[in-house]
């Protein structure tokens, strides 16, 4: 399905153009990109819906599929005031900042010209997409839309993260959020968050091995073969895991996480 941003890639172009005078926002030129490759992922996702053998039934949904792609356009433009005010993306140190981007393309009217039907599930997507679990209760359509966006946006971070985890790049610290660099130190309970088959929480984060854990967790909960694929195709998920440390303790979640990363490579069924 074509779903044509021109305008509307135009109108985040000119909004993130009001954010030129923060200083040091080399962190917020990433979210830029990061942006742009989130809509890749998302456009994919949609393309891939009809091969998709649990998801068909959405492949000829044109509000749907035109609401995944919106809201993955608009999921993170809540960074740049956020940055602008608190100098961190740390939601929690914060403010929310998927909320922020719900303001921001209700206040702005972003999506101008757009049915209420596609604006009220770009708007789902965009306040749910960092949730750390979503309602039973959210209709169909939403979860759809939401679920969209959280699969291309954890796509991206990974790659994102890669860079970050094993360089001492400029904008580390507050990719990373800012956690510790101790190479062989992580938190137990985000390893055994692993071996219980749980996503681990942001706010449990206390070294950079406890991101490597955390990202491996998150194949858990996507819901794109597509994206289950790309990811496992990418090699990303090997350079994440590749940094943790020896330790046989440690030895358990590694294995794990390394068969779920095989369960994406084989696109579903029952998770290891
Ligand atoms: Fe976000």
Redesign the pocket.
């Known amino acids: 399905m074509n779903i044509d941003l021109s305008s509307y890639r135009q109108r985040f172009l000119d909004y993130v153009s009001g954010f030129r005078d923060v200083p040091d926002a080399a962190p917020l030129r990433l979210k830029v990109e990061h942006t742009f490759r989130v809509v890749e992922h998302a456009q994919r996702i949609v393309d891939s819906l009809a091969e998709d053998a649990f998801e068909t039934a959405w492949a000829e949904n044109a509000d749907v599929c035109r609401a995944v792609v919106l809201a993955a356009l608009y ?2 433009c ?2 740049f005031p956020q940055f602008r005010r608190y100098r961190t993306f740390l939601d929690a140190k914060s403010v929310n ?2 909320l922020l ?1 719900f303001q921001t393309i209700r206040d702005g009217d972003f999506l101008r010209g757009e049915t209420r039907r596609v604006r009220h599930l770009v708007q789902c997507g965009v306040l749910l ?2 949730r750390y679990a979503l309602s039973s209760k959210l209709a169909p359509e939403a979860r759809f839309v939401t679920d969209a966006v959280r699969d291309s ?1 954890k796509l991206d971070i990974f790659r994102v993260m890669v860079g970050y985890l094993d360089h001492a790049l400029p904008e580390r610290d507050a990719v990373l959020l800012h956690v510790q660099d101790e190479p062989d130190r992580w938190t137990p309970k985000i390893a055994e968050d692993v071996m219980e088959g749980r996503v681990s929480r942001y706010t449990d984060l206390k070294f950079v091995n406890d991101f490597r854990l955390l990202l491996g967790t998150w194949t858990l909960e996507l819901r794109f073969a597509a994206t289950r694929r790309a990811l496992a195709e990418s090699g990303l998920m090997e350079s994440v895991l590749s940094g943790l440390p020896d330790a046989p303790a440690l030895l358990p979640a590694k294995k794990k996480l390394y068969a779920l990363l095989e369960h994406c490579r084989e696109g579903g069924g029952e998770r290891p």
Do not use: E, F, I
């Open positions: 999921h993170d809540g960074r900042h998927a981007s997409h960092n946006d």
